[in-house]
C-alpha cells in the first residue's frame, strides 16, 4: 500500500447525505440500500434517491463502509 493514496485522519467513506448529494448530484446508487416507494403496488426507489449507504468522500461513488472501490482520486501505486 502506497502511503501518498491516504492521509491520515482521512474519512475514506461517508453515509449519503443531502450535503454528498449536492456535491455529486450524478453520483451511481446501483446496488445501495435505498428508501422505497409503494407505487401501483410496486416498490420503486425515490427520485432524487433516498440513499443509506456509503460513499466516497472523494469521487462519490458507492463503496463500503472502509472505502474500497478503485476511486480515481486515488490512484493505485
Same mark, same amino acid.
Given at each position: ?8 485522519? @482521512?474519512?475514506? !467513506? ?15 446508487? *446501483?446496488?445501495? /440500500?435505498? @428508501?422505497?416507494? !409503494? ?10 434517491p433516498?440513499?443509506?449507504?456509503? *460513499?466516497?468522500? /472523494?469521487?462519490?461513488?458507492p ?15
Amino acid at each position: 500500500m502506497s502511503l501518498d493514496r491516504y492521509q491520515f485522519g @482521512e474519512v475514506l !467513506a461517508a453515509q449519503w447525505s443531502d450535503d454528498m448529494a449536492a456535491r455529486f448530484p450524478n453520483a451511481n446508487h *446501483h446496488g445501495c /440500500r435505498q @428508501e422505497m416507494q !409503494a407505487i401501483n403496488d410496486r416498490w420503486k426507489p425515490y427520485d432524487p434517491p433516498r440513499c443509506h449507504g456509503y *460513499h466516497c468522500n /472523494r469521487c462519490g461513488a458507492p463503496t463500503n463502509s472502509y472505502g474500497h472501490h478503485n476511486c480515481p482520486d486515488r490512484p493505485a501505486p
